[in-house]
C-alpha cells in the first residue's frame, strides 16, 4: 500500500511568485492535514479536509494560502504570492475514520523563498 | 490552549544504549492522545508510539517504551538497544479527545538524536 506522498520534494522559488505543493494522501483516508514546519520552531497545523470539506482551517496564515481538495482524493496548497516567511517544510497526513487518532505522514515539501 | 515542549533540542546515544527523551505538555483536559513520532533525514515522519490518557499502563512497541506520567502532564520516550537507524528527529504530540472536530495534532519543537557507532 503507498503511503503519504507530497510533491515535490523541494521547491525554490523568488518571493512574489507562486507554488503549488500537492499531496497524495494513503486511498481510501477520508481525511487530510496540512501542517507546516518553519525553522526553529514547532510544527503547525494549517488546516484539515474530511473528503473535499474544509472541516478546518483555523491554521491558515492569510490569504495567500489556498488548499483545495477536489473529489477527495489529492489536495493542492498554493501559496500566491509566495514571501520569505513562508519558508519552511509542509507536511500532508491522512487519516482513515470518524474517530481516527492515527495520521501518517509524508516525507514534506521543502519550500525556501528567496 | 494546549502546549508541548521538548527541551532537548539534541541528544546523543552509543548505539546499543538506552536514552531517554523528554516531553511536557500543558493541557486541562482529561482525556487526550500523546504521541510520539520519528522523521530520519530527507524522509517521511513515522509513528513510534501513541498513549491514551485514560489507559495507566505505559505503551510499548519493540524497544521503545513511555513513560506516561499524567498528573505530572509528562510523556518520555525510552529507547533501549539503541540502533544506527534511530537517528532521527523524534516529536512528541498531543491530540485532544476523539470527540468533535478538533483533530489537529499540537507539536513540540522536537529533538535531533545521533547515535554513535
Known amino acids: 500500500e503507498a503511503g503519504v506522498t507530497q510533491f515535490p520534494s523541494h521547491s525554490v522559488i523568488e518571493k512574489g511568485q507562486t507554488v503549488t505543493l500537492r499531496c497524495d494522501p494513503i486511498s481510501g483516508h477520508d481525511n487530510l492535514y496540512w501542517y507546516r514546519r518553519v525553522m526553529g520552531k514547532e510544527i503547525k497545523f494549517l488546516l484539515h479536509f474530511v473528503k473535499e470539506s474544509k472541516q478546518d482551517e483555523s491554521g491558515m496564515p492569510n490569504n495567500r494560502f489556498l488548499a483545495e481538495r477536489t473529489g477527495g482524493t489529492y489536495s493542492t496548497l498554493k501559496v500566491q504570492p509566495a514571501e520569505l516567511e513562508d519558508s519552511g517544510v509542509y507536511f500532508c497526513?491522512?487519516?482513515?475514520?470518524?474517530?481516527?487518532?492515527?495520521?501518517?505522514f509524508g516525507a514534506g515539501t521543502r519550500l525556501s523563498v528567496l | 490552549a494546549q502546549t508541548v515542549t521538548q527541551s532537548q533540542p539534541e541528544m546523543s546515544v552509543q548505539e546499543a544504549e538506552t536514552v531517554t527523551l523528554s516531553c511536557t505538555y500543558d493541557?486541562?483536559?482529561?482525556?487526550?492522545?500523546l504521541f510520539w513520532y520519528k522523521q530520519p533525514p530527507s524522509r517521511q515522519m513515522i509513528l513510534v508510539i501513541r498513549q491514551e490518557a485514560y489507559k495507566q499502563q505505559n505503551a510499548t512497541e519493540n524497544r521503545f517504551s513511555v513513560n506516561f506520567q499524567k498528573a505530572a502532564k509528562s510523556f518520555s520516550l525510552k529507547i533501549s538497544d539503541s540502533q544506527l537507524g534511530d537517528a532521527a528527529m523524534y516529536f512528541c504530540a498531543y491530540r485532544s479527545p476523539r470527540a468533535g472536530n478538533n483533530r489537529k495534532l499540537i507539536w513540540g519543537l522536537g529533538t535531533s538524536l545521533a547515535v554513535n557507532p
Open positions: 497526513a491522512s487519516s482513515q475514520g470518524t474517530y481516527e487518532n492515527i495520521q501518517y
Open positions: 493541557t486541562s483536559e482529561s482525556d487526550y492522545y
